[in-house]
């Protein structure tokens, strides 16, 4: 049982699409994670989430917490875009569970020139 | 400059002799944590730390032991590797003890082969 479901697995774009990668989840969470692994392994944190939207440049992140769900949009993508896309979750405190992070599976992005 | 140290970033060793995955930071943090990371399985949670001497675990933590005797240092801990411990390993810091209420920063990564 996955407590946090991505959508897609992967994704092809032209340069300058907009780009949407979903996540949804399956517990009641404190907060949400937008991560980026680069194609040389490292990964950084994009966004961090309990309630509406936040913009980073290109990057916008939503969420809807009634209905357990997250968007990651990327305006006028750019080959440099490409990564790997990871959503993970806090799920709220039930004692047993603070400082647990659940991961989606990530979402393969490849921008073409 | 703030970051998430890991050593060693390569390793290659047999089953069964004991080694250990360094995790520093230089941030204050109080929360640290532990990932591996396999093909088609995504990250998953090995160990937590809360703070110093407070460590629980995640998903999959048989065969692994973490300590938490300072705040900056929190190493991962294999007694007896095994093949199926193969995989790529990211240790985090953060500065809540929630964890999910501030960024989470990654070290570079540790690529572990076990033969």
């Known amino acids: 049982k996955n407590e946090v479901e991505q959508s897609p697995q992967n994704l092809t774009a032209q340069e300058g699409e907009f780009i949407t990668i979903n996540c949804s989840y399956s517990?009641?969470?404190?907060?949400l994670h937008w991560l980026q692994q680069h194609p040389g392994g490292g990964i950084v944190s994009l966004f961090m989430?309990?309630?509406g939207k936040k913009k980073h440049g290109r990057l916008i992140a939503t969420i809807n917490i009634q209905e357990k769900h997250s968007s990651l949009h990327i305006t006028a993508s750019h080959p440099r875009d490409s990564a790997v896309y990871i959503c993970a979750v806090m799920p709220l405190d039930r004692g047993s569970t603070l400082g647990r992070l659940y991961f989606g599976r990530g979402t393969q992005l490849t921008v073409w020139p | 400059e703030a970051q998430v140290t890991q050593n060693p970033r390569y390793l290659i060793t047999v089953t069964g002799k004991k080694l250990t995955v360094t995790c520093s930071q230089n941030m204050n943090h109080e929360y640290m944590s532990w990932y591996r990371q396999d093909p088609g399985l995504g990250l998953r949670q090995i160990y937590y730390?809360?703070?110093?001497?407070?460590?629980d675990k995640g998903d999959v933590p048989e065969g692994y032991k973490v300590s938490r005797k300072e705040k900056r240092n929190f190493p991962l801990i294999l007694e007896s590797p095994s093949p199926n411990q193969t995989s790529l390993y990211f240790c985090?810091?953060?500065?809540?003890?929630?964890?999910?209420?501030?960024?989470?920063?990654f070290g570079p990564g540790t690529r572990l082969t076990v033969l």
């Open positions: 985090a810091s953060s500065l809540s003890p929630g964890g999910g209420w501030n960024e989470q920063f």
């Open positions: 517990v009641g969470i404190s907060a």
């Open positions: 989430l309990s309630s």
């Open positions: 730390s809360m703070n110093v001497e407070v460590t």
